[in-house]
């Protein structure tokens, strides 16, 4: 595999050049939305039909969300500017507990749109929509979709960014087979700005079967993934850098597969892979060039509390991480197969 650099949105990104996601779109799977509407129905009553709709901005990214679907995104899509032009259709929802505060939110059947921060009246009627959004933190987070695939195309460059601070690039809850491809996703903050405690690029919670394929995961926050209460997500050919909090956050997750995949320039003041009560497979796949401060390369929440966590390594190549702690007795669980320097780590031992 071979890194090249892209420059997109002022930022650089660290994408592999040999991915396998460029073939023909197979028609006997995704027929475009004409189509379906001339399909005969009694087709409909012995197969689902999947939905290819081609998108190109935020508004028409949420007005064609939905299950069985497939939507081809054509150009980047800049969630925090989409928010500030469809303002109109958010809405002021009280606060139920001090009716002179109120948040921002719009709640539709496979969408959520949802500030963190409570405004009062004095705030809603001074600033700016973009100052409301950058304050509550809002973002975009899809839901209750079965079998939506969102894809970029190959050959171009697509991106999905936000430029909140304190929020995710994309929040997913609810979902059933879940696809995301070809994307270039990242939090373009302004220059000297850093994100805040909770800024992931992805994040999901009770979602089923999510699988990230050929995806660059530009940190540029706090963590590449972050996941609560998910049975499997499976990640490939898929690059993760420049996070500054942890690699990969896991609560809950019965298994997270990464294979064939990057990690590599992530600068983080935290822990590289967390786990809690969650299993991490990750095979064939390149770590390599990470730093932390004081962080732990693995590191199992309650340990010391019975934690049902495990970790699988195999064929990996992991180099030249600096600073990482590791428990020694996890080495036995680096097994022949992959390349590992243990030298490097700071050796910690196993309380007893």
């Not at 500030?84 to 496979?110: C, H």
């Not at 430029?163 to 059933?176: A, M």
């Not at 590289?272 to 004081?294: D, P, Q, R």
């Amino acid at each position: 595999m071979i890194l090249v650099f892209i420059t997109s949105f002022g930022l650089t990104y660290f994408v592999i050049s040999n991915y396998r996601f460029d073939a023909e779109i197979d028609q006997t799977q995704k027929i475009t939305s004409q189509e379906v509407s001339e399909k005969p129905e009694k087709n409909l009553n012995t197969e689902i039909i999947i939905k290819e709709i081609e998108v190109s901005n935020f508004s028409e990214l949420i007005s064609n969300l939905g299950s069985h679907r497939t939507l081809i995104i054509t150009d980047s899509i800049k969630i925090t500017q989409g928010l500030i032009d469809n303002f109109n259709l958010l809405k002021w929802i009280p606060d139920p507990y001090d009716k002179e505060m109120a948040y921002l939110g719009l709640d539709s059947k496979y969408y959520q749109i949802k500030s963190s921060t409570n405004f009062s009246f004095a705030q809603r009627d001074t600033l700016s929509p973009k100052e409301i959004l950058f304050k509550g933190d809002t973002y975009l987070r899809i839901i209750n979709t079965e079998k939506l695939s969102l894809e970029g195309i190959p050959s171009k460059d697509i991106g999905i960014t936000i430029d909140n601070d304190n929020s995710p690039v994309l929040g997913f809850k609810g979902n059933t087979n879940l696809f995301i491809t070809n994307l270039n996703l990242v939090h373009t903050l302004p220059i000297g700005d850093d994100c805040g405690l909770y800024a992931p690029v992805l994040a999901f919670k009770e979602d089923l079967n999510v699988n990230i394929n050929n995806c660059s995961l530009n940190g540029s926050g706090t963590e590449g993934i972050f996941a609560r209460e998910v049975n499997v997500i499976n990640v490939s050919e898929s690059t993760i850098y420049n996070c500054s909090h942890n690699g990969i956050y896991l609560i809950d997750t019965e298994q997270c597969n990464i294979t064939h995949s990057i990690f590599q320039n992530n600068k983080i003041d935290n822990h590289l892979f967390v786990l809690k009560n969650s299993n991490l497979n990750i095979t064939s796949s390149l770590i390599a060039g990470n730093e932390t401060w004081e962080g732990e390369f693995i590191h199992i929440y309650d340990e010391d509390k019975n934690d049902s966590s495990s970790f699988y390594f195999s064929d990996c190549t992991i180099k030249e991480n600096k600073n990482f702690k590791m428990n020694t007795s996890m080495f036995k669980d680096f097994g022949a197969s992959n390349s590992i320097q243990f030298s490097d780590f700071i050796q910690i031992e196993a309380e007893k």
